[in-house]
Nanobody
């Protein structure tokens, strides 16, 4: 049973930083993808970043490119999202999502992922 647990959210001032973690258990870690999404109240879930598990290919939305950086610790089955130069518009609930298949086309779509974490709140004000 695949489970994802996010942590690291909190409240920061504009310009601050946070480092989100996504711990993944219950699957054959080492392949597939992890996506990061965020959702502000009253808005649709928005794709933020994509990590290729065990690989080096990363993708970022235009809104966070140059400010957010992903990384992974394969020994701990954990993916990180370092968020720098935070803006008020970065506020929202952040989710990590798992795709076990080894290819992905529509990484921006929530439906491309099979498993989701419960989310961690990020507030920038």
């Amino acid at each position: 049973h695949v489970q994802l647990v996010e942590s690291g959210g909190g409240s920061v001032q504009p310009g601050g930083s946070l480092n989100l973690s996504c711990v993944i258990t219950g699957d054959t870690y080492g392949r597939g993808y992890v996506g990061w999404f965020r959702q502000a109240p009253g808005k649709e879930r928005e794709w933020v970043a994509l990590t290729s598990i065990g690989g080096s290919a990363s993708k970022y939305s235009d809104s966070v490119k140059g400010r957010f950086i992903d990384s992974q610790d394969n020994e701990k089955n954990t993916v990180f999202l370092q968020m720098n130069s935070l803006k008020s518009e970065d506020s929202g609930m952040y989710f990590c999502a798992r795709r076990l298949r080894t290819h992905i086309t529509y990484w921006e779509l929530p439906t491309s992922y099979e498993y989701w974490g419960q989310g961690t709140q990020v507030t920038v004000s």
